[in-house]
């Protein structure tokens, strides 16, 4: 029997070789027909027999071109009309709003044969990329995607290029940055000034550098890299000293497989991660010898390992590096360079050399982070490769812009079903990452060619987003509570709705009773949530300073377990530096100034950390004391402390002081630390899951979920996920978006949505 079958596909569906795709994909199932790209998606009308339009739909949904993601949005049955043949016909003008701009994507497979294949026109060259692979979202200027709304619109094709671009058959048909050494862009070495290296192999000079133990700038997709020789020590002690970035771990690059097992663990969960086209740097746990300098990653067990994902590093990894470190080109926090001129003027006194092209990055986007916990990728920072690809939600909802936290910064615009997450932004402390929130925040709106009238932002009035969306007088603002966000955005990505136990923990949120929150066991669904839990309030001496220094956290954690005996305690751990008197924090903490009360999760790990020994005077980053303190239990062995579950008002409170004390005791009698920071996971793991059960009894819920960065640490999720399974829960995880701060603005959008589509129904 004949039929004839019009679709409409929506999605991501431009850039991708979509048409050429379903081209092949009806050629093969002998059907006729036509594709064409119109204002509202694809679409195709295929007639034949209806067991071969049956395999065409079946072949078109499971085996997709790799960067595509496809909605069906609309099949109906036509008359048959004897159609012979199967053509792509011109595109419909007007604009595109339904197909989506794609993420960039690693350099596939038929490509690197190209590279490495001295025959082929393209052998070597930097650029090459086809429909699969290649920079998309980073060269986009505006939409709907053609060559001429990107970087590469100053490089007519060479005849040679055009054709392919214009054979339906080819690989490269419509491939937008199609490019080859004769009329595609070109690599050039500048000095530490940014001044021309006049030579005809950029790329072997910089190799040269790199082996001298020089810092090489790389211009890369989304941004510069710095690069040294991962296994020259001395060379990454001087990139530390120059980046201003004392102990934060560096990531690095290896050439394959083979490499990344040599220094790390891998599991075949983990290899996947790291082969995905997306290319995350994926945390890998140390392999206890290896070549790598110890100035790479000091005082964490485990790596950032990253597989090349330009031809330009393929290129560069070729020449026998153990592995390169390949960090952002930033100095500490700030965002990363993506112009020549910039990186020049920014990376002064860092790169010795700048490896750089005339291919303009038009918007930034950072390395994506990732690791496998508890079985399953777990996103640490999700951006290239994934950005500005939409989450799907369960339903439409009306059009919102949210702004995100203060830290690890990223935006979401939600338009009917779908939320569009922005590349990381970073933390918006800088003028520079304050600028590139702006960039950003314009580039949303003009890739989904939506401008909400509805802003969301955290409860927070100091932070740089609240502080903007107060100046959008035109739009209408909704304040959204920080780990109410949290919770939210976990429940969206699995979309699941209703109410849930959501365990936030956290290092910083303000609370709906102006206290510092980030232990919180909260009832939440997407409109509202009661704080059902929490951890203890403690006083954080001196705020936002007690982060850097956390024995001040400690002082106000004995205090918490003392009461007023904690001066002798103190003195007896040695906890306050030489030139701290302790009647000064007394004064402090009797008379509260600048001292708000907690219930951070993160403040209490830097505390006992501080307890313990480790990093009493000052951290370098926000979560080191922690980031150690997991390491140490790492190797360390313990079952599980006392701990206190109070209810005041109808709302637990969860004391670990008893726990506090033990461990205070004894590491004063002599304890090994690693033992001490197993045994304060496991009683945090035991303290959660009981009270998550009592909870859950009490409300009649059978479903918690997990957020928060520290979530982060995979003693803690692990066992979180473990032991709240055993107590009957079904626990509800982020996968899409990861647990830190990165998860807020999709909280806030879905939040904001749900308010506003209440209000309208009343
Ligand atoms: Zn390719
Ligand atoms: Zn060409
Ligand atoms: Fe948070």
Redesign the pocket.
């Known amino acids: 029997m004949i039929k004839r079958i019009r679709y409409l596909f929506s999605g991501i569906v431009q850039g991708v070789g979509f048409r050429p795709f379903i081209y092949r994909t009806a050629q093969r199932h002998r059907l006729s027909g036509w594709v064409q790209n119109r204002a509202d998606g694809v679409w195709a009308e295929v007639e034949g027999l209806a067991s071969d339009l049956t395999a065409f739909k079946e072949d078109v949904i499971s085996n997709p071109p790799p960067l595509a993601e496809i909605a069906i949005s609309q099949a109906v049955d036509l008359l048959p009309t004897g159609e012979e043949g199967f053509k792509i016909l011109e595109s419909e003008g007007g604009e595109a709003r339904k197909v989506h701009i794609a993420p960039d994507i690693a350099v596939c497979d038929d490509c690197l044969a190209e590279l490495f294949n001295p025959a082929d026109r393209r052998h070597r060259y930097p650029f090459i990329n086809c429909t699969n692979c290649g920079p998309r979202l980073t060269i986009i200027s505006d939409i709907p995607y053609d060559r001429s709304r990107t970087s590469m619109a100053c490089f007519p094709m060479c005849p040679a290029c055009r054709r392919e671009f214009d054979d339906p058959d080819n690989r490269r048909f419509h491939t937008e940055p199609n490019a080859c050494p004769v009329c595609g862009p070109i690599l050039q070495l500048l000095d530490k000034d940014g001044r021309a290296i006049p030579t005809a192999d950029p790329l072997r000079k910089a190799v040269t550098a790199l082996k001298r133990g020089d810092i090489l700038a790389i211009k890369g997709l989304g941004g510069f890299h710095l690069a040294v020789d991962a296994t020259n020590e001395e060379a990454v002690q001087k990139l530390r000293a120059r980046k201003l970035r004392e102990e934060k771990p560096f990531a690095i690059m290896v050439r394959d497989l083979a490499a990344a097992k040599r220094i790390a663990h891998v599991s075949p969960e983990e290899e996947r991660l790291l082969l995905t086209p997306q290319r995350p740097i994926v945390l890998l746990r140390k392999k206890d010898r290896s070549a790598i300098a110890t100035a790479v990653a000091p005082g964490v067990d485990t790596f950032g390992v990253m597989l090349p994902y330009t031809p330009l590093h393929h290129l560069l990894m070729q020449e026998d590096f153990a592995a390169l470190v390949m960090t952002s080109a930033n100095k500490s926090d700030e965002p990363i360079c993506i112009q020549n001129r910039e990186a020049t003027e920014r990376l002064r006194g860092i790169a010795d050399f700048f490896l750089i092209h005339n291919r303009d990055i038009l918007v930034r986007c950072d390395d994506g982070i990732a690791a496998v916990y508890a079985g399953a990728p777990t996103l640490f920072r999700r951006s290239r490769g994934l950005a500005p690809r939409p989450l799907f939600l369960r339903k439409p909802l009306p059009e919102v812009l949210a702004l995100g ?1 203060e830290l690890k910064g990223i935006l979401c615009l939600v338009k009917e079903n779908m939320a569009f997450l922005s590349p990381h932004i970073g933390d918006l402390e800088t003028p520079l990452a304050r600028d590139f929130f702006h960039e950003t925040m314009a580039l949303m709106e003009r890739i989904t060619e939506c401008r909400p009238e509805v802003i969301a932002c955290d409860l927070h009035p100091d932070y740089y987003a609240s502080r903007t969306a107060a100046c959008m007088k035109d739009r209408k603002v909704i304040f959204v509570q ?2 109410h966000a ?1 919770i939210v955005s976990c429940l969206a990505e699995n979309r699941e709705t209703g109410t849930v136990l959501g365990l ?1 923990m ?4 303000l609370g709906t009773d102006g206290r510092v929150w ?1 232990g919180e066991f909260l009832l939440a669904d997407e409109t509202d949530f009661i704080r059902r839990g929490h951890l203890k309030h403690f006083l954080l001496p001196t705020g936002e300073t007690a982060i850097r220094h956390p024995w001040r956290t400690a002082v106000g954690l004995l205090q918490m377990a003392y009461g007023a005996s904690w001066p002798e305690w103190a003195g007896r751990l040695r906890l306050l530096p030489a030139d701290f008197a302790p009647a000064m924090i007394e004064r402090i903490l009797d008379r509260r100034i600048n001292s708000p009360e907690t219930s951070s999760l993160g403040r209490l790990f830097d505390g006992v950390a501080a307890i313990l020994g480790l990093r009493r005077e000052k951290v370098n980053f926000e979560g080191q004391a922690a980031m150690e303190l997991e390491a140490l239990a790492r190797k360390g062995q313990g079952t599980v402390l006392p701990y206190d579950i109070e209810k005041e008002n109808g709302v637990f409170i969860l004391d670990m002081s008893p726990a506090i004390r033990i461990l205070t005791e004894q590491i004063l009698a002599g304890k090994p630390v690693p033992d001490l920071a197993a045994l304060f996971h496991a009683t945090l793991i035991a303290a959660f899951a009981d009270l998550s059960r009592q909870i859950c009894a009490e409300e009649n819920l059978d479903r918690a979920a997990l957020s ?2 520290c979530f982060q640490n995979r003693i803690l999720y692990e066992g979180c996920v473990r032991s709240l399974e055993q107590v009957g829960l079904k626990v509800l995880r982020h996968r899409l978006v990861p647990n ?2 990165g998860c ?1 603005a999709l909280g806030q959008a879905v939040v904001a949505g749900y308010r506003i589509k209440k209000e309208r129904s009343l």
């Open positions: 936290a920080h780990h949290h936030a956290d290092g910083t949120g980030g928060g960065g830190n701060d807020i």
